[in-house]
């Protein structure tokens, strides 16, 4: 069983950064793909960034792009997510996820496994 636990949320102030770490155990990080999204209040899940097995494809939301860099460090079994230049509208829940030997799809139900999200705040 793959389990994926979230970390680095917080409260910043809007132009700050963050990087969110999602740490995985039961299973080799290298053998899936592993994606973030985020749950806004009132709205639904949103694909933000995916890295695809083997790390040779990266793909951004339009929202993030430029500002947001997903990334993978295989033997310590981690995902991050780098986030600059932060806006309000960013301010949601931030999920990692994960797909077995899976490309760096934005559809949420191509990943079966979850975090258990960590709180991002953007003041303005």
């Known amino acids: 069983q793959v389990q994926l636990v979230e970390s680095g949320g917080g409260l910043v102030q809007a132009g700050g950064s963050l990087r969110l770490s999602c740490v995985v155990s039961?299973?080799?990080?290298?053998?899936?793909?592993m994606a973030w999204f985020r749950q806004a209040p009132g709205k639904e899940r949103a694909f933000v960034a995916a890295?695809?097995?083997?790390?040779?494809?990266?793909n951004y939301a339009d929202s993030v792009s430029g500002r947001v860099t997903i990334s993978r460090d295989n033997a310590k079994n981690t995902g991050y997510l780098q986030m600059n230049s932060l806006k309000p509208e960013d301010t949601a829940v931030y999920y990692c996820?994960?797909?077995?030997?899976?490309?760096?799809?934005?559809?949420?139900?191509?990943?079966?496994?979850w975090g258990q999200g960590t709180q991002v705040t953007v003041s303005s």
């Open positions: 039961g299973r080799a990080l290298s053998n899936y793909a």
């Open positions: 890295d695809s097995w083997g790390g040779t494809f990266r």
């Open positions: 996820a994960a797909a077995y030997q899976s490309a760096a799809t934005s559809a949420s139900r191509a990943y079966n496994y």
